[in-house]
């Protein structure tokens, strides 16, 4: 079965952080730019990272900038998003999503080969 699995997902206070695996299964990362994504109640779904194929460029929503570092591990077929500084408003569910191209540019807007099923992020005291 080819499917993507997020893990990592909980409850933190704010300030805390929180490192979110992305594992694939059936099929290899190697050939696809990955992002994440996250859905707050009531919002709809936002990008929130991108890495391409081979590490060596990343994207950051605004938001998350300086607090999130996205990275991926190819041997592990996983690809991780840290997340530290974490604030009340970074709760959403988080999903990743393997995109149909190498590159970041424009991800946002790419209809995705594959989608996690969807980790939830709750940041409270």
């Known amino acids: 079965q080819l499917q993507l699995v997020e893990s ?3 409850l933190v206070q704010p300030g805390g952080s929180l490192r979110l695996s992305c594992a694939a299964s059936g099929f290899t990362l190697d050939y696809y730019a990955i992002g994440w994504f996250r859905q707050a109640p009531g919002k709809e779904r936002a990008g929130v990272s991108c ?3 081979n590490g060596g460029s990343t994207n950051y929503a605004d938001s998350v900038k ?3 570092t ?3 591990d190819n041997a592990k077929n996983t690809v991780y998003l840290q997340m530290r500084s974490l604030k ?3 709760t959403a569910v988080y999903y990743c999503a393997a995109l149909p191209q190498g590159y970041c540019s424009g991800y946002e807007f790419i ?3 594959y989608w ?7 940041v409270s005291s």
Request: negative net charge.
């Open 116 to 122: 996690g099923q969807g980790t939830q992020v709750t």
């Open 8 to 10: 990592g997902g909980g």
């Open 66 to 68: 300086g607090r999130f």
């Open 70 to 72: 996205i990275s991926r």
């Open 111 to 113: 209809v995705p080969d």
């Open 88 to 90: 009340p408003e970074d």
């Open 51 to 53: 890495i391409s194929i």
